[in-house]
């Protein structure tokens, strides 16, 4: 069996702000990644379009995005940064998975069909494809872990089905240019702590979303602290105390919803949240829960409206990531041509 060396690359999209949910499902466990991985995060831009975006607001997400990523603790010096359309071998080698995946497969993406929506013929194709995109991204590093939330594990599970079937298509060329059994890593998810899924404050069986129309529904990163505690306030609950043991949220999602985000912002599980406020009620535990967001969020909306203020900052740290990025993906990307039989200059 090929063995491929641990890296970990993930991504977000420039598509309005970044929410509680972006943060504790993923960002949480992209900085603590560092400290064991040589890790890689881009800010997806052309994902971001597969809907429409203004340019100028596009532009203006891309920085804010990084800036998120910076003032979150990703650090520059130890991962590299950058935007996903400096670097071309994203979109090349999405390419040739539009080519090696199936309709079938896209066709039984539900993120796909809740995007689109009723209005199916009127989705951009960029929107259907968008799993073989991301695949790429993946791909291009030949990443082996994927920090995300756990709406992202159907596309993982796509970009494993796509590696895989080029291992298996190319086989013969694979082992004919000298990468042994197989070209590229199966990807895996990397989907832990207590919010992988953070649902919305007005429903708890929805996840929280940026294109969520109530911003209700949603904690931003950006968010002040008059703001955050309306937001837990309002947040829809039921009559009932907290349980004192976690079988007891089982049918009660929004109060799931809140102790999870609790124990994630603490750094602890539900059980030791609910060894504390178990009979408690949410007039007392949700001040608690927002004087804990604001404790946590602040600082990073606080250095993330310092980091912006110097946008050519942001622009110079992102093209230098860019340079460290296409260091790793073009020769990848010219071994994948040279395996599929795409006649390219030499370098
Ligand atoms: N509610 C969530 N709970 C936990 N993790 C979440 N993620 C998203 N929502 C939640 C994770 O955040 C990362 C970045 O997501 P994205 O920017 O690619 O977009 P998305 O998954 O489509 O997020 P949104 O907020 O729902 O955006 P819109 O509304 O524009 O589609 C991913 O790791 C994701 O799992």
């Known amino acids: 069996m090929t063995t491929f060396p641990e890296r970990v690359f993930s991504g977000m999209q420039p598509t309005h702000s970044l929410h509680l949910g972006n943060y504790l499902g993923a960002m949480v466990n992209w900085v603590k990644m560092q400290d064991t991985h040589d890790c890689i995060y881009c800010v997806v831009d052309m994902h971001a379009i597969t809907v429409w975006q203004e340019p100028e607001e596009l532009t203006r997400n891309i920085r804010e995005l990084t800036a998120a990523y910076l003032a ?14 400096a670097v071309p071998a994203h979109a090349e080698l999405a390419w040739v998975f539009n080519c ?6 896209l066709n039984r993406m539900t993120q796909f069909k809740e995007k689109a929506g009723k209005d199916r013929e009127n989705a ?7 799993p073989n995109l991301m695949a790429a991204d993946i791909l291009v590093y030949r990443a082996t872990h994927v920090p995300v939330g756990e709406d992202q594990k159907q596309h993982l599970e796509l970009a494993r089905d796509i590696a895989a079937k080029f291992n298996n298509d190319f086989a013969g060329s694979i082992a004919a240019h000298g990468h042994g059994e197989a070209f590229f890593p199966l990807p895996e998810p990397f989907i832990t702590g207590p919010a992988t899924r953070v649902m919305s404050l007005r429903d708890g069986t929805k996840k929280m979303s940026k294109s969520d129309a109530s911003d209700f529904s949603r904690i931003n990163m950006t968010d002040d602290a008059d703001a955050i505690a309306q937001k837990f306030r309002k947040a829809r609950t039921d009559p009932e105390p907290l349980p004192s043991e976690v079988e007891g949220l089982a049918a009660r999602p929004e109060a799931d919803n809140l102790v999870g985000i609790f124990a994630a912002l603490k750094g602890s599980s539900k059980q030791a949240v609910l060894a504390e406020y178990g009979g ?3 007039a007392e535990f949700k001040p608690a829960l927002a004087e804990l967001a604001v404790e946590r969020l602040s600082p990073i909306a606080a250095e993330m409206r310092r980091l912006l203020a110097d946008p050519a900052e942001i622009d110079a740290l992102l093209a230098r990531g860019a340079e460290r990025a296409n260091a790793i993906a073009a020769p990848i990307m010219d071994e994948v041509k040279d395996v599929v039989g795409l006649l390219r200059p030499k370098r």
């Open 72 to 85: 979150g603790g990703v650090d520059p010096e130890r991962s590299v940064i950058f935007n996903q359309s």
């Open 100 to 105: 090696i995946a199936r309709m079938g497969w």
């Open 124 to 130: 951009s194709t960029g929107l259907f494809v968008y």
């Open 280 to 282: 408690r009620g949410f």
